[in-house]
């Protein structure tokens, strides 16, 4: 199936002379590596999740998981989670004496509760919250969320906020009957097509004329959507969202059917049992994290990817705070997965528990039981 363009330019221009190399782990015991002088090293495993299945997770990390090995002579062992319940599930085999980091939805809090502990909140150009969204095709006669009564909505699943809970919870409260789509089952008023990455759900709705709508993370709609089309329908949106700036940059051709209330961003988090000084040193470095810590080098980026993309481009990408893509000649597919793989997030901020508590009303207000969802 072809991929659909997501969030092309939205993606800040966030580079350092950090490089790009990363990696991801199943729970287990602490263990000892060794440096390259046969010193032992402490191990922290970090169980990394793509929200969008096309993306090396990888190497989008790369730059904080090198930052964490130098900052604190230890090895991160990584590995990638196919979804959002499995990273729950690494997260709740971890027991005493473990040490591991976590990148997952806000879910985990809610689901695991003193299982894990929060880190922080990841931020993207000081903004917090973002947007579940409900698109249809801009050419297609969905006009309104209504308009989805005996239609196909494709969609994430109860482990993704964005994709699978919130979308949910606004379809119901547009009106339309759940049936049992929340326990797996079949939706009364339209057919639920969920457990799908939010870039996968966009590319299916725009490749299959039976799916009349998707719910998906903002990041990959709103670059899709006229801007106009945004601030005069759904201003919330316009004034809170990170990705505001970028909408339309891709195309226009999404509607924007509903947009959920504000979410908070998701965490990263640690297992609960993990309380030592490291654990506490890693906290404060995670939200003191600037570009140094989190920018990728834009050679060794486009190294990784094996993409080909000429210095002079990448020199003026790192320089100039002016950059358009638009002024030099560089294949397209090549730029777009190159702005992908730079990482979504800008800062991480202090956050606890608490914090995700407007996801419990979602999950109450559908009658999921957190139990139920690994």
């Not at 929200?51 to 590995?79: C, H, K, M």
Request: charged fraction near 30%; aromatic fraction near 8%; hydrophobic fraction near 40%.
């Amino acid at each position: 199936m072809p991929e659909y363009s997501v969030g092309g330019k939205t993606r800040r221009r966030f580079l350092t002379a950090s490089g790009a190399a990363g990696a991801l782990a199943l729970a287990g015991c602490v263990e000892t590596g060794a440096d390259d002088d046969g010193e032992e090293t402490d191990t922290i495993e970090f169980v990394l999740n793509p929200a969008e299945e096309t993306l090396d997770i990888e190497v989008q990390y790369g730059p904080l998981i090198r930052s964490i090995e130098e900052e604190f002579d230890v090895e991160v062992r990584t590995t990638v989670a196919q979804t959002y319940n499995a990273t729950v599930e690494n997260l709740s085999r971890a027991g005493e004496g473990d040490r591991m980091l976590a990148d997952t939805s806000p879910v985990a809090v809610l689901e695991l509760g003193s299982d894990v502990s929060v880190c922080g909140m990841r931020i993207q150009f000081g903004a917090a919250q973002y947007f579940s969204t409900l698109v249809a095709r801009a050419d297609s006669d969905i006009e309104s969320v209504d308009d989805l009564h005996g239609e196909t909505v494709v969609g994430g699943s109860l482990g993704s906020i964005s994709g699978g809970i919130a979308a949910l919870w606004m379809l119901q409260d547009n009106g339309l009957d759940l049936g049992n789509a929340v326990d797996g089952g079949s939706a009364e008023d339209f057919e639920w097509i969920g457990d799908q990455a939010h870039d996968i759900a966009l590319g299916q709705l725009m490749d299959d004329d039976s799916i009349a709508a998707a719910g998906a993370g903002e990041f990959v709609t709103i670059p899709n959507i006229s801007p106009d089309e945004i601030a005069d329908n759904f201003p919330e949106v316009a004034d809170i969202s990170a990705e505001f700036d970028g909408a339309g940059s891709d195309s226009t051709d999404l509607r924007l059917l509903e947009a959920s209330p504000p979410l908070p961003r998701a965490p990263i988090v640690a297992n609960g049992e993990w309380d030592d000084d490291l654990r506490a040193e890693i906290d404060e470095f995670l939200i003191n994290a600037d570009e140094d810590v989190l920018g990728h080098d834009a050679h060794q980026l486009a190294e990784d990817l094996a993409l080909d993309i000429d210095d002079e481009v990448l020199d003026a990408f790192e320089e100039d705070d002016d950059f358009d893509i638009d002024d030099w000649d560089v294949d397209a597919d090549d730029w777009q997965e190159f702005d992908d793989h730079l990482l979504w997030f800008t800062g991480i901020q202090e956050a606890d528990a608490s914090d995700y508590d407007p996801i419990a009303d979602f999950a109450a207000d559908l009658g999921i039981d957190y139990d139920d969802l690994a």
